[in-house]
C-alpha cells in the first residue's frame, strides 16, 4: 500500500456519490433500487474512494470492503447507531444504518464480485502497451 493520489478514481468517487444521493432522496419510492442496488452501489463507492488515494493490491482491497461492509451490517444488529447515541434520523444514523438484513451482505457481495469481476477483465496498462 502507497500513498498515491488519483484524479480518475476521486472522479468516479464523487460520481457514485451522486447516484447514491439520487437513489435516496429521488428513486426512494423505487422499492428495488433503494433497498438492493444502493447497497450494490455502496462498495464500488468505496473502492473509488480508497483508490482515489492509496495504491493497494485490488483483489486486498475488495475482500477488505466486503470485511468491512459486514461488519457494520451485523453492527446493524446489535443497533451501534443507538448504543452510541445516535438520534434516528440523524446524518450519522443514517450512515450507519439501523436494521441488519442478511439480504444487504448478499447485495455487498453481489457488488464486490462485479468489482472483482471489472479488474479482471479491464485490461492492465501493460496489456495495452503489448496492443498498441
Known amino acids: 500500500m502507497k500513498l498515491q493520489f488519483s ?14 444521493v439520487l437513489i435516496a432522496t429521488k428513486l426512494a419510492h423505487i422499492f ?3 433497498a438492493y442496488l444502493g447497497d450494490v452501489i455502496v462498495v464500488m463507492l468505496l473502492y473509488t474512494f480508497v483508490k482515489s488515494f492509496v495504491k493497494i493490491n485490488n483483489e486486498k482491497l475488495i475482500l477488505g470492503i466486503l470485511f468491512f461492509s459486514c461488519i457494520v451490517e451485523f453492527a446493524q444488529y446489535f443497533t451501534i447507531a443507538e448504543k452510541l447515541g445516535f438520534r434516528s434520523g440523524s446524518l450519522m444514523y443514517i450512515v450507519i444504518g439501523n436494521s441488519f438484513s442478511w439480504i444487504d451482505i448478499l447485495c455487498y457481495a453481489a457488488g464486490c ?5 471489472w479488474v479482471k477483465l479491464k485490461p492492465s496498462k501493460h496489456q495495452q502497451t503489448i496492443a498498441d
Open 7 to 20: 484524479l480518475k478514481y476521486l472522479i468516479l468517487t464523487i460520481i457514485i456519490f451522486l447516484i447514491e
Open 32 to 34: 428495488l433500487v433503494r
Open 113 to 117: 464480485l462485479l468489482l472483482f469481476l
